[in-house]
């Protein structure tokens, strides 16, 4: 503090005796004088320069980053400030310049002008927003129409589904008893099959007990008839039940050839 004190002295001495010099060199010459106020100007300077390098040593590394972030703290502060009160402000001079310039009646009527663009800005986009909700609508209509057609088919489709379910139901319970009933015709034949063979196996005991007292008889008894004759027969009854079958289906084959070939009336076929 000392060595900036004898700084600030020295200049305060310096710049008083310049300034004496000058006054009396603007006594004598007109150069003298302005050679005069470029050295007091150097001299400014320089003592700025001195000012500047004091307030450095003064004040360390922490010292000047504190300052200078305040100082841009302030600046950012002021440009905020700034950007809020800006609307207002242009709305201020802008009035304040046309009612100066053009008088009242022309600042309104600007007003009016700007008003009526803003106006009419607004009422063009409302338009668009109307117009797009419009087509929206139309669109969303257009669906709408398209399902309710697709949803009338639907039903109709539905509703054959159901038709022909109902006859397919119908159908089934005839098949249903259709086949109940023919198991009760299978379950009937059956029996009447059981009953048939129960007396085909009654009869046919029968016969070979017939065939076997026949046997008897004829080799017992006394015929005129030779035994090759009588063994033939009885070979013949024996075999009976077992070649009768194919005997008696070719002749129903043999009848039905000839029937076939004998004329016939063809429209009782038609």
Known sequence: ???????????????????????????DNNDQTKLLQQQLQSQQKISELLEKSMQTLSCGPTCQKAK????????YLDAETNIQTAPSQLATAKRNYYT?????A???????????????????????????????ALTLNKYYDSMLVNSKGNDE?????????????????????DVFT???????????????KKWYSLWWYVYYILIFALSVVIFVASYTM???KLFVIFVLLFFYPYYI????DYFYSFYKKVVSLLPKNVYNNL
């Open 157 to 177: 489709l539905l509703n054959h589904y159901i038709s022909e379910n109902e006859k397919l139901k119908k159908k089934l319970g005839k098949k249903y008893t």
């Open 68 to 75: 200078v972030s305040e100082q841009l703290k302030q600046k």
């Open 245 to 248: 079958n194919y005997i008696l």
């Open 100 to 104: 100066y310039t053009q008088g009242s």
């Open 182 to 196: 023919n198991d009760r015709k299978t379950y009937y034949e059956q029996n009447a099959t059981d009953e048939l």
């Open 1 to 27: 503090m000392d060595f900036k004190k004898l700084l600030s002295g020295l200049n305060l001495n310096n710049i008083t005796t310049n300034s004496n010099t000058a006054t009396l060199s603007n006594k």
């Open 106 to 136: 022309s600042y309104n009527k600007i007003q009016e002008t700007e008003l009526q663009t803003k106006a009419e800005d607004i009422a063009n986009t409302l338009k668009t927003i109307f117009d797009d909700e419009v087509n929206d």
């Open 226 to 228: 030779s035994k090759i």
